[in-house]
């Protein structure tokens, strides 16, 4: 029986962050080995335990896994977090296929333009886009800590600017579709890393700025639920792993490991 995953970061959120939330989510215990210092990061290097000389990097299952998008994809096949079938990984409907094609025929025959929930039910999406979605807005807003004082204004307000505009908008309209076919979930009839994902991105939103929140009430209620599930209520409670927004001290302790 394989022992606990290890996670080899530092005592911050930075890119283990989004890992740290889908091991708490699956229920999986996990150990964390913190760099403390460049010395620390320079003998995983010297032990060849990093393929890119970088970290993060998890050793599960007797591998030494690095790049925390592989890790994250590794972690939701084994605790079948990723959907049931490559359909809800790839094109994801809350209609059905059909609806795909539906939508494509009355568009062409122009017997009328599909509804805006049709087509947003047919878009061709599914657990892959939403995820790298979410993982792109999450890594723009994780990055307002380290970014240099003087950029920090413009690129607050350009997050900000995203997240209202761009990035809530999309999964508010999804919800509306999701909420006229029943499931609590993203993708599917279950709990998939989308949820997680997602959740965490909200948090994060909510850190930011809480009233960016108030035009998507969906979004609100989708945060309640899913912060309600067991594993999640656990890792929120304090004294869990889950770090929290970093202060100048940790920042400061980032660019001497890692020299940025
Ligand atoms: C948002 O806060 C942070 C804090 C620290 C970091 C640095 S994470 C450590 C870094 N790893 C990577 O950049 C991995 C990218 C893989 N796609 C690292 O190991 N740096 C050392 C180096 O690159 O030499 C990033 C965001």
């Known amino acids: 029986m394989a022992g606990k995953p290890v996670l ?8 283990m ?49 690095v790049q ?5 994809n590794y972690i939701a096949t084994k605790y079948d977090l990723y959907g049931k079938d490559v359909k809800e990984r790839t094109l994801y409907d809350v209609l059905g296929l059909k609806a795909c094609a539906t939508t494509a025929r009355r568009w062409l025959s122009s017997e ?14 599914g657990i892959d886009v939403y995820t790298e979605g979410i993982l792109d807005l999450t890594e723009m807003i994780l990055q307002l800590v380290i970014c240099p004082p003087d950029q920090r204004e413009a690129k607050i307000s350009l997050a900000k600017d995203k997240t209202k505009n761009r990035y ?3 999964f508010e309209k999804l919800m509306k579709v999701l909420k006229s076919h029943g499931p609590d979930y993203l993708v599917g009839k279950r709990l998939t890393r989308v949820d997680i994902h997602l959740l965490e991105l909200l948090l994060y939103v909510e850190e ?7 035009p998507f009430p969906l979004l609100k209620a989708f945060k309640s639920r ?26 400061e302790e980032a660019r001497k490991i890692f020299k940025f």
């Open 8 to 15: 080899h970061y530092f005592n911050a959120r930075g890119r």
């Open 17 to 65: 962050e989004c890992i740290r939330w889908l091991l708490a989510a699956a229920g999986v215990e996990f150990e964390e080995k913190f760099i403390q210092s460049p010395e620390d990061l320079e003998k995983l290097r010297k032990d060849g335990n990093l393929m890119f000389d970088q970290v993060p990097m998890v050793e599960i299952d007797g591998m030494k896994l």
């Open 68 to 72: 925390t998008r592989a890790i994250l």
């Open 112 to 125: 009328r333009p599909p509804s805006s929930s049709l087509l947003m039910a047919a878009y061709p999406v």
């Open 168 to 170: 809530l908008p999309a």
């Open 208 to 214: 930011l700025d809480a009233s960016l929140l108030n």
């Open 226 to 251: 899913i912060s309600s599930l067991p594993n999640v209520k656990k890792f929120l409670q304090p004294g869990s792993q889950r770090k929290p927004l970093m202060d100048a001290k940790q920042v």
